[in-house]
């Protein structure tokens, strides 16, 4: 019998926000609603017996829009005040893989890079070259002041004390066995103009191989650019045949002795998704198609959402 389709997504690993006394907590229950749309959005492309890919660009359209993480709309600020995005999308039955670095105005950076990857031509577009490649494939724009919430100046004022993380991920399997994965991000709080992190990276930050696992990551990107994460994870499960959480746990290790931390989601062939981290916190949720939907940020048990 076929494993069921699932799908998992991440909504960033990083410390319990500074910026509030009980450590975010308050903004959980918006952000567990926010991570159930985003689960519905794309359950409902599997359910239909839709493409892995499909389901994981409908879940991260959701979380773009939706400005409790950091990407999209509510997009991290560079040190110049300015959003620069990253996304990257991968289709793990032929290893095809887009992504769009350093883009402003792109409403959904996720969209340009399903472009990049459809168009064939490259893998990854960055900066003005990308915008007008996403122009000209007829997406949708904003205007730069359209992505900045007031709470990211306040995070760009304190960006030294750590604060950020949100950038959002999904995988899944769908009901033919397909892995897909992608992985959309405003970068890190004050980094560098034209810096690009791990998110867009094929093999770093996002990653599907159907004869391995789909990976979407989170974190200290420099850390996961050295670790070659993502990559990594696959490798070690075809390669060394350990199962899908010793892999992702070995190659969370490589990221801390590259001197970072994060987690991610991850799914194989068969069997649950898996997303661990070694932050304090890493917003995630999965379901299986037909089955309850499961959110939380801090380690530990997942809690149920209620069914709408
Ligand atoms: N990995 C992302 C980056 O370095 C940031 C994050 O996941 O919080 O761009």
Known sequence: MQPPAVLAIHGGAGP??????????ARWPGQAA???????????????????????????????????WNAGRGSALTAAG???????????????????????????????????MEDGRHVLLSGAGAEAFAREAGLAFEAP??????RRRGALADWLAGAGGGTVGAVARDRDGHLAAATSTGGRNGQLPGRIGDSPIPGAGTWADNAGCAVS????????????????????????????????????AAVTAAGGNGGCIAVTGD???????T??????????????????????????????
Not at 45 to 64: K, S
Not at 145 to 150: S, T, V
Not at 232 to 251: H, N, S
């Open 16 to 25: 319990a926000s500074p910026d509030e006394t009980d450590g975010g907590a």
């Open 34 to 68: 926010g991570l159930g749309a985003a689960l519905r959005a794309g359950l409902a492309v599997l359910a239909d017996g839709g493409p892995a890919l499909e389901a994981v660009i409908a879940a991260v359209m959701v979380l773009e829009d939706d400005e409790h």
């Open 82 to 116: 300015t959003v620069e995005m990253d996304a990257a999308v991968a289709d793990g039955g032929d290893r095809r893989i887009g992504g769009v670095a350093c883009v402003t105005g792109v409403r959904h950076p996720v969209l340009a890079a399903r472009a990049v």
């Open 145 to 150: 002041e359209w992505f900045i919430i007031e």
């Open 217 to 252: 990551a989170t974190g200290i990107g420099e850390a996961f650019l050295r670790a070659a994460f993502a990559h990594e994870v696959d490798a070690r499960l075809r390669l060394e045949g350990v199962d899908l959480a010793t892999a992702c746990q070995e190659a969370l």
């Open 271 to 277: 069997g649950p998704p898996v997303m661990p981290f």
């Open 279 to 308: 932050t304090e916190l890493m917003h995630r949720g999965w379901a299986e198609v037909g089955g309850s939907l499961w959110v939380a940020a801090r380690p530990g048990p997942l809690e149920r959402l209620e069914t709408e």
